[in-house]
């Protein structure tokens, strides 16, 4: 495998990359932690977040101090730390590699902004490495690697060899998280059902790419026609701060026709597959109901009857990405 050094986008995952970083997360999640507490020894590494973020602050602020490192949060960035006073990425970055930081994993309210951070890396800080948490409607890589991680762990073979269905489901143009994932289930030939209003599709070059490389798609804004060949489900939130409208305003109008449309019903559960597996980036907001926890088929967060969670998986993994990388 190829060093491993910004992550910047799905693109630069195939199979075979992505299966080195899930077998690192099988040890990690089987060791004992003292075994872990070097690995990031004398490593600062800085969690540059503009936007709000709770798992995926919370898994790296976790896995680099179980890790041994030193985890450098700046929280809110957008106002606490010089931005506000018109300071350009490109400084900030710059001044975060000039105060030895070893890596810095950001979340920006830009797309494209990982890439002009990494970029930027290149040029004045080689050895500094850029994780991207989440680029505006652009992309969320390490979302993508643990929703396929928890694939993985859950239907092991039938991902390899293909023969999966997988629906994503709901604000398909504008969530980060489907088009990682989307990108990457591509490459595991994965037949996607594409679940959305008409207009809120996939971006056109991901479109594309699912045609070039000739995988079985439906594009369909019926959420239970095709519920019965469904191996997995991805539900998200509508993106409502993508799309420039104020969310104190519209919030809960349109969340609750989204909701009912693109979100789980008792209907729907009940045409599903019996061992189909639900899955969340989270937040939900009205998608998926409490009510659907208990149900041994949603393992976005551990409930009373499953143990997988989709959020303990984020943990592993995101420590297992950090051992290779550092
Ligand atoms: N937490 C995910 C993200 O940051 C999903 C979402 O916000 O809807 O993209």
């Not at 195939?14 to 970083?21: H, L, M, Q």
């Not at 690995?39 to 973020?53: D, T």
């Not at 506000?84 to 494209?112: N, Q, W, Y």
């Not at 999966?164 to 980060?176: E, K, Y």
């Amino acid at each position: 495998m190829a060093k491993l050094h910004h992550v910047i986008s799905a693109d630069q995952f195939n199979p075979e990359i992505s299966e080195k970083i899930f077998e690192e997360a099988e040890r990690i999640r089987g060791a004992d932690e003292n075994s872990l507490k070097d690995i990031l020894k004398n490593k600062s590494i800085v969690l540059l977040f503009w936007e709000s973020s709770t798992r995926t602050f919370l898994s790296f602020y976790n896995a680099i101090l179980k890790l041994g490192g030193f985890p450098i949060p700046i929280l809110n960035a957008g106002k606490f730390s010089s931005a506000i006073k018109g300071e350009s990425l490109k400084d900030t970055i710059r001044t975060c590699a000039d105060l030895k930081a070893d890596g810095i994993i950001m979340r920006h309210d830009k797309e494209g902004s990982a890439k002009v951070a990494a970029e930027t890396l290149d040029i004045y800080a080689p050895k500094v490495c850029l994780l991207n948490a989440g680029d505006g409607k652009g992309e969320h890589p390490t979302q993508m690697l643990l929703d396929v991680y928890t694939l993985w762990r859950m239907k092991k073979e039938e991902l390899k060899k293909g023969k999966l269905t997988g629906a994503l489901v709901g604000d398909l143009r504008d969530s980060r998280v489907l088009h990682s994932d989307a990108k990457a289930l591509l490459k595991y030939k994965t037949r996607l059902i594409l679940i959305s209003e008409k207009g809120n599709d996939l971006p056109p070059e991901i479109t594309a790419e699912i045609k070039k490389e000739k995988i079985d798609y439906v594009r369909t804004d019926d959420i239970e026609k095709f519920a019965q060949e469904v191996d997995f489900w991805i539900f998200t939130r509508l993106q409502l701060e993508r799309k420039g409208i104020s969310l104190k305003n519209f919030r809960p109008q349109l969340q609750s026709k989204f909701s009912q449309k693109f979100g789980i019903t008792k209907e729907l559960l009940s045409k599903m597959k019996k061992d189909a597996l639900l899955l969340h980036p989270l937040p939900r907001v009205e998608e998926i109901p409490e009510w659907v926890d208990e149900d041994k088929r949603a393992i976005y967060l551990s409930g009373k009857e499953n143990s997988e969670s989709q959020v303990a998986n984020g943990l592993y993994l995101r420590m297992a990405l950090l051992k290779i990388i550092f």
